[in-house]
């Protein structure tokens, strides 16, 4: 389970470098990921998962705005994996499973 920590949250530097958008959404995406701190970069799937509820739901060119954001302001490290797109979140490694 993803763990996040309020007061960087709040008032973090790397926050603080993100759109009001992304930093609404990011609680859900982070805690989206998978046990790992892994988040499969798939439009469909995560408006699947995490915005399935929601009457708005986000576009693909917001949502990967976002995660661009998530990128520049070193919150995400983005890879591809046999065609498809990941984003590990910078995670402290004791809250990663061994």
């Known amino acids: 389970m993803a ?5 960087g949250l709040f008032a973090g530097n790397r926050m603080g470098l993100l759109t009001d958008g992304a930093r609404l959404h990011f609680p859900w995406l982070l805690v989206a990921s ?4 892994r988040l499969e ?7 699947a998962r995490v915005y399935q509820a929601f009457r708005s739901k986000p576009t693909q060119v917001e949502l990967l705005g976002w995660v ?14 046999g065609g498809q797109y990941w984003g590990q979140w910078d995670t402290r ?3 990663l499973p061994r």
Do not use: K, R, S
């Open 3 to 7: 763990v996040i920590d309020a007061e």
């Open 93 to 95: 490694p004791e809250l």
């Open 41 to 47: 970069i798939n439009h469909n799937g995560i408006v």
């Open 34 to 37: 998978n046990g790992f701190g």
């Open 68 to 81: 661009q954001e998530y990128h520049a302001a070193g919150l995400l490290f983005l890879y591809e994996c």
